[in-house]
């Protein structure tokens, strides 16, 4: 009996390939928290927690999570942007657990922007 | 399954381990756990990133972020700034040069722009001590197809069809090799993976092996199945501490994992890999002498024929193929000869690794496609001269290469042309030399290396080479006699033609292209007794210029043998016969009083 068969090692690597996609920067979406001093002290970090915990529960492997500072609207932190390629990003506000499980849903699954939560489309021009 | 939303590629090659990197991982380790970030931020110690000039080196994924020359005390501020708040370091980021704008993103850097990499395709993406990461990209796929879909003969032509020729120093093409050994009579049958590299300034195959260990192995195992071979050997030299730990862990995963050993996949098919360690003799390189040493003798070439796809380890047929050539391997079964021979020039296919080294601005590893030009290696990625120095030679292939001149620069890089300027492609050294370089003087520089280390079986090699080094050295002491440049190029040609291996075959390379290129700086050495670099101290003399000299004692207090003297606030004294020409004084002078025609020869 062979340790590891060919069919074996086809599952052992697509199973392995989902671990280091990450390493790609490719991906259908790209979440920003923002994690400026505002955000942290207003619960950015558990934001990041539940997002991160989302993504693995659904096993979605394609979905960039990453930090950005301080966006400017502290009152309103717990912030994210959700940049989808070829739309315009969206910023959500007054962010919660249960409004980031929402927003998986409907936004980066459904493609639908939850308006409720949404702020703005589009980014401040940089120079 | 796990999930990290970053992941930092720390570059663990031995230069950066060198340049303190696994430190750098533990502080990396204690600030991601104090910010709390252990189960989102994941670090990947790699194998050789290539830019070591610019060790050590750190690649945020998935933003591409490329940060360098850290320091432990950067390390804190750079996990809360970027990794915690998401503000990317700006000061921890890349700039040509002083001046000029960042560039935050790998890709976007001319470094790495132009490379092509297939040899080198995992460097700095993987921990090349889990087996899982390379299967992860893909690997031991190819061993799979070859083991399963494809006969000896569709092997060996699939590598025919690529145009791969040996990455060793010689070229010979590989799918005929094969061809060869696979031919031989006999049951038992061998091969080996040299990776004795020793020329001076290359580290091609020990990146390879620390960055990317498995690449190699699956490249053995489809060779083995095409060759009709069952057992291997790795030869690596013991001076490669880190290749070795990593060849090894990766030989032994290989091992637990079923892909090495009896019945590979299931195939039927046994093959078993061991790893030998050389002493670290640069004769060791060549295939001959290799096998000895694994036999256990004393490493000596032996005449060739018999060649080793006839009679090699212990009188079995033998294949010996360079680290690279096997690394090589997978990715041309993967994607098919065709598409290898599609890169690179008529004779010479695919991609090439060298190392980038001397003065150039950015020494390190670079993989690119065949025909490339040397000016495309040493001024788009290399970044050019440093200090604004001019661009003089650079000496391909090591010791048994040569030195190509400046109006050779446009030469496209193959094995053909190469050898038609008279140099070689060798293993894939590529030291750059400056308008600082004395020709002469690199000459009997590489030929005291090649003295040192050859193996004294032949004579043309053990005396010629003794010969050659005592010329030269006599040449840049200005004791250099009329008719010592063509008694040179007479005892090359000797050497050339009676040596036994490729060593002495080889050692008269830099000598013969130095004069072909630099003659006129052998005349200045033995007519007018110059050096025309400065390079060469029996020819130079240091001197005070009183004029500019303000009488500082900064040279004074340098001056290791008490030959400058005078005081303060007037111009000092050099006393020539207690100098020994060391250059501190040049060094610290801040007046140019030591510099320019202050050193001149007689």
């Known amino acids: 009996m062979p340790k590891l068969t060919l069919d074996e090692l086809k599952a052992l690597r697509d199973k392995a390939k989902e671990s280091i996609k990450t390493r790609d920067g490719k991906g259908r979406a790209k979440i920003i928290v923002h994690m400026g001093t505002c955000g942290i002290a207003s619960g950015a970090r558990n934001i990041m927690n539940s997002l991160l915990k989302e993504l693995e529960e659904r096993n979605i492997t394609d979905v960039i999570v990453t930090t950005s500072g301080c966006a400017g609207l502290c009152s309103h932190e717990p912030m994210m942007t959700v940049e989808i390629p070829g739309k315009p990003p969206v910023k959500y506000i007054d962010l919660t657990e249960d409004k980031v499980k929402k927003i998986m849903v409907e936004h980066i699954l459904g493609g639908n922007i939850v308006v409720d939560y949404a702020l703005a489309f589009g980014s401040e021009t940089v120079y | ?602």
């Open chain 2, 1 to 602: 399954m796990k999930r990290y939303r970053t992941h930092l590629l720390l570059c663990t090659g031995t230069a950066c381990v060198s340049n303190n990197a696994f430190n750098i991982k533990k502080s990396l380790e204690i600030e991601i756990k104090k910010h709390n970030l252990e189960n989102e931020v994941l670090i990947v110690p790699t194998g050789c990133n290539g830019f070591c000039e610019r060790g050590p080196i750190l690649v945020v994924q998935p933003d591409g972020i490329f940060y360098q020359q850290l320091k432990e005390s950067d390390i804190p501020y750079l996990v809360e700034e970027h990794f915690l708040k998401g503000r990317p370091v700006k000061k921890l980021m890349y700039t040509p040069s002083k001046g000029e704008e960042v560039i935050p993103k790998m890709m976007d850097i001319e470094f790495f722009k132009h490379q092509i990499l297939i040899a080198l395709r995992n460097r700095g993406r993987i921990d090349p001590e889990e087996i899982e990461e390379y299967i992860a990209n893909d690997g031991y796929q190819s061993m799979g197809k070859a083991l399963f879909e494809m006969t000896p003969e569709e092997i060996i032509n699939e590598v025919k069809i690529s145009g791969l020729r040996g990455r060793g120093g010689a070229g010979f093409p590989t799918g005929r090799k094969w061809e060869l050994c696979r031919a031989s009579k006999g049951d038992v049958k061998y091969i080996i993976c040299n990776a004795d590299e020793g020329d001076p300034g290359a580290y091609m195959d020990r990146s390879i092996l620390e960055a990317d260990p498995h690449s190699v192995i699956e490249g053995m195992v489809i060779g083995a199945k095409a060759i009709g071979a069952h057992k291997g050997f790795v030869y690596v030299r013991d001076e490669y501490p880190l290749a070795l730990k990593r060849i090894s862990i990766a030989v032994e995963k290989a091992k637990d994992y079923g892909l090495l050993g009896e019945d590979i996949l299931g195939s039927g098919f046994d093959f078993d890999l061991k790893i030998v360690r050389g002493g670290g003799a640069f004769v060791c390189g060549e295939e001959t002498a290799l096998m000895q040493s694994i036999e256990g003798k004393v490493g000596r070439p032996t005449p060739r024929p018999p060649y080793p796809a006839q009679k090699g380890l212990w009188g079995k047929p033998t294949n010996i193929n360079n680290v690279e050539t096997w690394a090589n391997i997978p990715v041309i079964i993967a994607r098919g000869g065709d598409w290898f021979s599609r890169i690179g020039t008529e004779t010479s296919k695919g991609t090439k690794v060298f190392s980038l080294v001397g003065k150039v601005n950015n020494t390190g590893l670079v993989e690119v496609p065949m025909g490339i030009t040397l000016r495309e290696i040493i001024y788009n990625i290399g970044g050019g001269i440093p200090n604004g120095k001019k661009f003089k030679a650079v000496q391909t292939g090591g010791p048994s290469g040569g030195c190509i001149p400046e109006e050779l620069i446009d030469l496209p890089v193959d094995y053909e042309q190469l050898t038609k300027a008279g140099a070689i492609m060798g293993s894939g050294g590529l030291i750059v030399m400056d308008e600082d370089t004395c020709m002469v003087d690199v000459a009997k520089y590489f030929v005291s290396f090649l003295e040192d280390e050859s193996c004294g079986k032949c004579v043309p090699c053990r005396s010629g080479i003794r010969r050659m080094r005592e010329i030269l050295t006599r040449i840049t002491q200005g004791k250099g006699k009329e008719g010592d440049i063509e008694l040179l190029e007479e005892l090359a040609e000797t050497i050339k033609k009676a040596s036994l291996c490729g060593l002495g075959q080889t050692a008269p390379n830099p000598v013969l292209s130095t004069i072909r290129y630099f003659r006129d700086e052998y005349e200045a050495h033995i007519k007018k007794k110059r050096c025309p670099a400065l390079v060469c101290k029996d020819l130079i003399i240091y001197r005070i210029i009183p004029e500019k000299c303000t009488g500082c004692r900064r040279c004074v207090q340098v001056c290791p043998t008490g030959a400058i003297t005078g005081p303060k606030a007037q111009p000092h004294n050099l006393d020539a016969s207690k100098c020994i020409k060391c250059g501190a004084c040049y060094e610290v002078c801040r007046f140019d009083a030591i510099a320019g025609d202050a050193i001149y020869m007689e």
